[in-house]
């Protein structure tokens, strides 16, 4: 015959029986200490996750400052090269446009033309593209870019040199390092 051994279930709580002291403590202990290790884990997953995050960011900030410097070079073109070129052909347009503004009002009021002798040829052919008769003169007390438009009692001056400037510190400020727009940490 054959003898089977039985675990014995004698000293374990009945399903109506309050569990031991003993096995209520063991149960808390593996709880807490369970708590205490997902704790852990999760502070130190939050220390990777800033540690990344602050990594990332400094790596899209210099990045950023990589690109700006590959810029500095086209816009120190635009502002030294194009910019110039471009006014040129600016302010006869713009002279032009005020001109025949002024025709529709009163061109008999508008007695004369000044500008620098660099800008005469262009702003001369500007304004004969308006089909306008003007007197147009050199005035050596204006640089290139300005103008002005004399009438009989008032003289309007036009000045795109300010302009370019205002460009060129715009670009400038693109460019450099310090923009002052930083986030406060």
Aim: aromatic content about 4%.
């Amino acid at each position: 015959m054959t003898v089977l051994d039985l675990e014995c279930f004698a000293g374990a709580p009945r399903d109506n029986e309050a569990p031991a002291p003993t096995f209520e403590d063991g149960f808390a202990t593996g709880f807490e200490a369970g708590l205490a290790e997902a704790r852990s884990e999760s502070a130190a997953l939050s220390t990777e996750i800033v540690a990344s995050l602050h990594r990332i960011s400094a790596s899209e900030e210099a990045a950023e400052a990589r690109v700006i410097a590959a810029l500095r070079p086209l816009f120190q073109s635009i502002a030294d090269a194009v910019l110039p070129e471009l006014l040129v052909d600016v302010i006869g347009i713009t002279l032009a446009d005020e001109l025949v503004r002024r025709a529709e009002s009163a061109l008999s009021a508008v007695r004369v033309l000044r500008v620098c002798e660099q800008d005469l040829a262009g702003i001369r052919d500007a304004v004969a593209l308006t089909g306008l008769e003007l007197p147009i003169e050199s005035d050596p007390r204006l640089a290139r870019g300005q103008a002005v438009l004399g009438a009989e009692d008032t003289e309007t001056m036009f000045d795109l040199a300010e302009v370019a400037d205002a460009i060129r510190m715009a670009l400038a400020a693109l460019t450099s390092p310090d923009t002052g727009d930083q986030d406060d940490d």
